[in-house]
C-alpha cells in the first residue's frame, strides 16, 4: 500500500512540476503573439498604457497620418486615421493591467484588410517600446 502511495504521489509531483513550467513557458511564448480576428490584429505589449498611447500617436506624426478621430472611455482609447493612399486605419490601445497593454490595428477596408501594414505597424510599436 506505502509503494503504490509513493509511486501516486511521484506521479503527481511530476505532473505539477511539468504543469508548472508548461503555464510558465506559455506565459512568455504569449507576449509576442499576434491575434488576427475579423481584420483586427491584436498585441499584447509589456508597456504601461500611456507609454503605448504616446508610442501610437508619435508614429501616426511620422508617418504624416492625420488622426481624424480620438474616443477613450478611461480604459481604451480608439485612433481613426488615414494613411496617405487614403485608406482608413485604426488603433485600439487597451489597459490589461498595470504593467500591460493590448494594442489593436486594422488597416484598409471591410473585405480588404491590409495585414502587412497593421502588422508593420505593430513592429514599429515593438522597437519604439524597447527604447
Given at each position: 500500500?506505502?509503494?503504490k502511495?509513493?509511486?501516486?504521489?511521484i506521479?503527481f509531483?511530476?505532473w505539477?512540476?511539468v504543469g508548472?513550467?508548461?503555464?510558465?513557458?506559455g506565459a512568455?511564448?504569449?507576449?509576442?503573439t499576434?491575434?488576427?480576428l475579423n481584420?483586427?490584429?491584436?498585441?499584447?505589449?509589456?508597456?504601461?498604457?500611456?507609454?503605448t498611447l504616446?508610442v501610437c500617436?508619435?508614429?501616426?506624426?511620422d508617418l504624416?497620418q492625420p488622426?481624424?478621430?480620438?474616443t477613450t472611455?478611461?480604459e481604451?482609447t480608439?485612433i481613426?486615421?488615414e494613411?496617405?493612399?487614403?485608406?482608413?486605419?485604426?488603433i485600439s490601445?487597451s489597459i490589461?493591467?498595470?504593467?500591460?497593454?493590448e494594442?489593436?490595428?486594422?488597416?484598409?477596408?471591410?473585405?480588404?484588410?491590409?495585414?502587412?501594414?497593421?502588422e508593420?505597424?505593430?513592429e514599429?510599436?515593438?522597437?519604439?517600446?524597447?527604447?
Amino acid at each position: 500500500m506505502t509503494r503504490k502511495f509513493a509511486a501516486l504521489f511521484i506521479i503527481f509531483c511530476f505532473w505539477l512540476w511539468v504543469g508548472c513550467a508548461v503555464v510558465i513557458i506559455g506565459a512568455g511564448v504569449g507576449a509576442g503573439t499576434y491575434t488576427y480576428l475579423n481584420g483586427d490584429l491584436k498585441r499584447p505589449y509589456n508597456a504601461k498604457f500611456d507609454k503605448t498611447l504616446n508610442v501610437c500617436l508619435s508614429i501616426l506624426t511620422d508617418l504624416d497620418q492625420p488622426i481624424l478621430e480620438k474616443t477613450t472611455d478611461g480604459e481604451k482609447t480608439t485612433i481613426r486615421s488615414e494613411r496617405k493612399n487614403g485608406s482608413p486605419q485604426t488603433i485600439s490601445v487597451s489597459i490589461s493591467s498595470e504593467d500591460w497593454t493590448e494594442v489593436s490595428v486594422r488597416t484598409g477596408v471591410i473585405g480588404y484588410w491590409n495585414r502587412e501594414l497593421s502588422e508593420q505597424f505593430h513592429e514599429f510599436i515593438a522597437e519604439r517600446l524597447k527604447k
